[in-house]
């Protein structure tokens, strides 16, 4: 009988031991997954005090390259300056029915073609919640390259260090514009 | 059992009468005596060598090869130019010491960082003048060095930048070489530890073209 | 006789501490990654990207455009320019590649040629697209036949997939100059 308890106490120490050592890692491994994710209605969501609106969604095609497209995604934020502090930084990805993930182009040379397909032609800078003011929603902008078969089924996912592992889906529906290559 | 005790009872005997004759006394007392004399020797000369530092390093002549660690390069012209070997890279005004030489990249992998990790480049003294670091160009692309390959030899130049206050003199170049150890103490894996001095350059520039 | 086994005893478990002392498998040749070896049709599987291996070239030069101006490089061993049609699996990744040469040394890509259009360093792959970007690396002759490309994921542990592509049989034609445009 005494070895039971023995055994007993033994187990649950190191049922305890393992939790203590592995909760910080799992904090650090919650802060980078995207586990909860919350579905929009529409377009607009509300994620940890920030408002996301993604305004602008259009595709280029160039007809020598027909099977892959750039996606220009104009999204905004909004909310309270303390809200956004909280999130810390922003993490945006297109996800597609099979549960591939695009992630953003980062290359300064190719941003200029958001440029291009913006139908104002301003480029607002990529996502970044240090920059939400107290009054009224900031704009940015994000340039994706995908296949064209993938542009029916689009998902935004955005989150935010300090939301993870919450992050938020909104339906993207782009517009196709075909462009002829010289 | 009774095998045990007999084997108890000859080490109770050896503790209780270690030896019966003075003999073997004075002889096993020599002998351990030795023995202690021996292993300090021994401790001691291994501490004097491991802590023995070479007073000076090698002097280095023109065309004869220096060990970087990761390279092994061999100076051939110390010269003074007006510009730099790059039309694109640095600062292009003002006179610059360069030293040409061709580099060759002794390990198994490209090496991005031929002069260490992190960079210990070359170091000139001539005259008390403050010279600043030089940069490394690759003869060949005229642009700064990235990587070389193994097996490869580059003709590479090493360009200090003159300080105003300098005149024509002596220059001294010290060469450093990066340890490369196999095993090292921490995880027993192949590492790159500290500089130790390879090699002195002394000459005097001549002119460029 | 018992000293006999004693000292018997010692000796065997100093023996075998030594053996397993001496054999044990060094921090490095632990810490590899390990190697998913290509099909027959030359596609390589990983756990991040699907890789094909299109043809192998060698010159002798190397001649491109860069803003305009022509750039040449040139070398006293030879260029070997691995042509690869890549294509990320589940996340837009880049990859590295590296030829493990015949005499068993490791030749990174070269960054002298790290501008060159369509280079693998500047490239960034997503799911369900194929692109093919060229990887290029500066070598002596003998490091062509029996040696291998093999390509990694980039920024993924030190432990996870390569692709290791068969080793060419004999070595590609040397050209005396090589243009490479977009």
């Given at each position: 009988m005494r070895q039971v308890l023995w055994l007993g106490a033994t187990l649950i120490l190191f049922a305890a031991t393992l939790g203590l050592t592995a909760w910080p890692d799992y904090r650090d491994l919650a802060h980078q997954r995207e586990w909860n994710v919350m579905r929009a209605d529409a377009a607009e969501g509300e994620l940890a005090g920030l408002r996301v609106g993604v305004r602008e969604v259009h595709a280029a095609v160039v007809d020598s390259r027909p099977d892959r497209a750039l996606l220009h995604v104009r999204f905004d934020l909004q909310g309270s300056p303390v809200a956004a502090k909280a999130w810390v930084d922003c993490r945006a990805s297109l996800r597609g029915e099979g549960g591939e993930t695009w992630l953003p182009l980062y290359d300064y040379s190719i941003r200029s073609a958001i440029k291009i397909l913006a139908p104002d032609g301003k480029d607002n800078g990529d996502c970044n919640p240090g920059a939400v003011p107290e009054t009224g929603p900031v704009t940015f902008d994000q340039l994706y390259r995908l296949p064209v078969s993938a542009l029916g089924d689009l998902t935004l996912h955005i989150s935010g260090y300090g939301t993870r592992p919450a992050a938020l889906a909104l339906e993207i529906k782009p517009t196709v514009r075909t462009f002829k290559s010289e | 059992m009774v095998e045990d005790e007999a084997g108890i009872r000859f080490y109770a005997r050896m503790v209780r009468h270690p030896l019966r004759s003075t003999a073997r006394q004075i002889r096993a007392r020599l002998f351990a005596g030795i023995g202690i004399l021996a292993a300090i020797a021994v401790a001691w000369w291994m501490k004097v060598e491991d802590a023995r530092v070479p007073d000076a390093s090698p002097q280095i002549a023109f065309g004869e090869p220096v060990s970087l660690g990761r390279a092994v390069f061999t100076p051939q012209k110390l010269t003074v130019e007006k510009a730099g070997p790059s039309a694109t890279a640095g600062s292009q005004a003002g006179r610059k010491l360069v030293l040409a030489g061709q580099i060759e990249n002794v390990t198994g992998t490209s090496q991005a960082a031929v002069f260490g990790q992190p960079e210990k480049l070359l170091t000139l003294s001539s005259g008390g003048a403050g010279f600043p670091l030089p940069e490394v160009y690759l003869v060949r692309d005229?642009?700064?060095?990235g990587q070389i390959e193994p097996r490869i030899r580059e003709d590479i130049a090493i360009v200090w930048n003159i300080p105003?206050?300098?005149?024509e003199q002596d220059v001294t170049i010290e060469f450093s070489a990066q340890q490369f150890k196999?095993?090292?103490?921490?995880?027993a894996k192949a590492s790159w530890l500290l500089f130790y001095p390879a090699g002195t350059l002394s000459a005097r520039p001549e002119r460029g073209a | 006789m018992s000293h006999l086994a004693n000292l018997m005893a010692v000796a065997l478990g100093g023996a075998m501490l030594g053996a397993m002392m001496n054999t044990l498998p060094g921090y490095d040749s632990s810490f590899q990654p390990f190697a998913v070896d290509a099909g027959e049709n030359g596609v390589g599987q990983g756990r991040l990207f699907t890789a094909e291996l299109i043809g192998l070239r060698s010159a002798g030069a190397i001649s491109y455009e860069r803003y305009g101006k022509n750039v040449v490089r040139d070398t006293s061993a030879t260029f070997l320019v691995a042509e690869l049609a890549i294509s990320a699996r589940e996340e837009s990744r880049q990859i590295e590649a590296v030829w493990l040469g015949a005499t068993g040394r490791q030749y990174n890509q070269s960054t002298r040629l790290e501008n060159v259009p369509r280079g693998l360093s500047q490239a960034r792959f997503e799911p369900r697209l194929t692109d093919r970007p060229l990887a290029i690396f500066e070598l002596p002759?003998?490091?062509?036949?029996?040696g291998r490309l093999v390509l990694m994921a980039r920024g993924s542990m030190r432990m996870d997939s390569a692709v290791h592509f068969a080793s060419p049989a004999s070595a590609p034609e040397r050209q005396a100059m090589l243009r490479l445009g977009p």
């Open positions: - | 005229r642009e700064l060095l105003d206050d300098w005149h196999l095993r090292d103490n921490l995880y | 002759d003998d490091e062509i036949v029996g």
